[in-house]
């Protein structure tokens, strides 16, 4: 943990905001390219369940593709450990080219043979194969048509395939049967706190999910946000099925 990181990164998020670019690539590259050495540090300390969410995760009983959706530096992918091994292959797909160099950075320090870091739309972007496994982490909420990646997703996914998920959410104000339910100062503080640097926390991400895929793991927490004390975000981790 370094504060002069922390600092330069508290910075560039309160005066690179994420709205200036002509579209959501432009936007994406205006707002994290000035973070991008230190983003992991920080990032490991606001975005809680990343690693829960990895390790959760039933991977192929031989080989199999996962690519993860949004994936930034790549430290998603070491969540996994030692069963980055058992994959043949796996992809990190991203828009953001500045988040992508450490993301290939990573993958040449640590040599791993079947990772590659990818940059493309996620709405539109078509894998050689039909994976095994698609994830986001934190990644749902910062793209605007969440609703089509998630299609794609599914679209893209073999039948039996599985999704992982995890992101800050709100509830909705009358949720699900079983589900937490969020005060009316939560479903409205932490969107609007996001939303300044485009991270888009929303109550329809688990409703949509949980009626697309079968749910196989639904958690549902609080994590501490660096320099708010005693103030806790709600995020969620998802797994589900695609049908057969």
């Known amino acids: ?102 993301a290939k950075e990573r993958i040449e320090a640590r040599n791993w043979k079947n990772v590659l870091a990818v940059n493309a739309d996620a709405t539109n972007y078509q894998p050689a194969k039909s994976p095994d496994i ?42 699900e049967k079983g589900m937490k339910k969020h005060s009316a100062w939560t479903r409205g503080f932490w969107p609007a706190w996001f939303s300044y640097d485009n991270v888009f926390v929303s109550p329809e991400h688990l409703p949509y999910l949980m009626n697309k895929f079968n749910p196989v793991i639904i958690e549902e927490w609080r994590g501490n946000v660096p320099y708010m004390l005693g103030m806790k975000a709600p995020y969620y981790v998802f797994v589900g099925r695609k049908p057969f």
Request: include cysteine; hydrophobic fraction near 40%; aromatic fraction near 10%.
């Open 1 to 102: 943990m370094s504060l002069i990181g922390d600092l330069k990164i508290l910075f560039h998020m309160l005066t690179a905001k994420a709205g200036s670019g002509s579209d959501h690539k432009d936007r994406l590259e205006a707002f994290y390219k000035g973070q991008r050495n230190a983003y992991d540090n920080f990032r490991k300390r606001l975005l809680h369940g990343r690693e829960r969410m990895m390790k959760l995760l039933p991977l192929p009983v031989q080989g199999g593709t996962l690519i993860d959706v949004g994936g930034g530096t790549g430290s998603n992918i070491e969540a996994l450990g030692d069963r980055i091994t058992e994959l043949d292959h796996i992809e990190i797909v991203d828009l953001c080219e500045s988040l992508l160099e450490v």
């Open 134 to 175: 698609v994830t986001f982490s934190y990644s749902l909420t910062m793209i605007p048509d969440w609703f089509a990646v998630i299609d794609k997703a599914f679209e893209m996914l073999k039948p039996g395939g599985l999704i992982g998920v995890v992101d800050f959410y709100v509830s909705r104000k009358w949720p």
